[in-house]
């Protein structure tokens, strides 16, 4: 379990009605607020080593609170408004999950750096910041065509 900034009194619902599949409102607060620091790991876990947990009451402990009540609210929230296609509803936890994501976007692109995390050795970065298989065959033919041929002729 990743770590979690804020609290199931954090979560902003109201009185939306969470869907039953999702258990009792505190339980399904609490799992959310899990889920969402998963989220928030899978991010930052991205340039700095984890588990990152900053001393409470830092900007940085803040922040990701924030980050991580957004996305527990607007995940909780979305839940709710499927069942009951509500379109003020969606519009509501699309705008918590949005800037959340801002501001999770601004951290792995260092425009927010987090005070106290360790940054990930260059060589680790690079491979969590690939979005696609690394291929680091070198053929003697360094066309596209050459690169095809090399591969069917592999098998």
Same mark, same amino acid.
């Not at 869907?19 to 607020?33: E, F, T, Y």
């Not at 991580?68 to 709710?80: D, P």
């Not at 690079?126 to 596209?144: C, F, H, M, Q, R």
């Given at each position: 379990?990743?770590?979690?900034?804020?609290?199931?009194?954090?979560?902003?619902?109201?009185?939306?009605?969470?869907?039953?599949?999702?258990?009792?409102?505190?339980?399904?607060?609490?799992k959310a607020i899990e889920n969402a620091a998963d989220?928030? &790991?899978?991010?930052? +876990?991205?340039?700095?080593?984890?588990?990152?947990?900053?001393?409470?009451? /830092?900007?940085?402990? %803040?922040? $990701?609170?924030?980050?991580?009540?957004?996305?527990?609210?607007?995940?909780?929230?979305?839940?709710?408004?499927?069942?009951?296609?509500?379109?003020?509803?969606?519009?509501?936890?699309?705008?918590?999950l949005r800037e959340a994501q801002k501001v999770l976007? &601004?951290?792995?692109? +260092?425009?927010?750096?987090?005070?106290?995390?360790?940054?990930?050795?260059? /060589?680790?970065?690079? %491979?969590? $910041?690939?979005?696609?298989?690394?291929?680091?065959?070198?053929?003697?033919?360094?066309?596209?065509?050459?690169?095809?041929?090399?591969?069917?002729?592999?098998?």
């Amino acid at each position: 379990m990743s770590t979690v900034y804020c609290t199931t009194d954090d979560v902003a619902v109201g009185d939306i009605t969470l869907p039953r599949h999702l258990g009792a409102p505190a339980v399904a607060k609490q799992k959310a607020i899990e889920n969402a620091a998963d989220e928030i &790991a899978a991010a930052i +876990g991205r340039v700095y080593k984890l588990p990152y947990n900053p001393s409470p009451d /830092t900007s940085e402990h %803040l922040l $990701l609170k924030k980050v991580n009540w957004y996305i527990a609210t607007g995940r909780l929230v979305a839940a709710a408004a499927a069942n009951a296609s509500d379109d003020q509803m969606n519009a509501f936890a699309m705008y918590h999950l949005r800037e959340a994501q801002k501001v999770l976007d &601004a951290i792995v692109s +260092g425009e927010i750096k987090l005070r106290g995390a360790d940054d990930l050795e260059k /060589t680790d970065k690079e %491979l969590k $910041l690939t979005t696609s298989p690394i291929v680091g065959n070198v053929y003697e033919e360094d066309t596209a065509i050459g690169r095809v041929t090399q591969f069917y002729g592999s098998w």
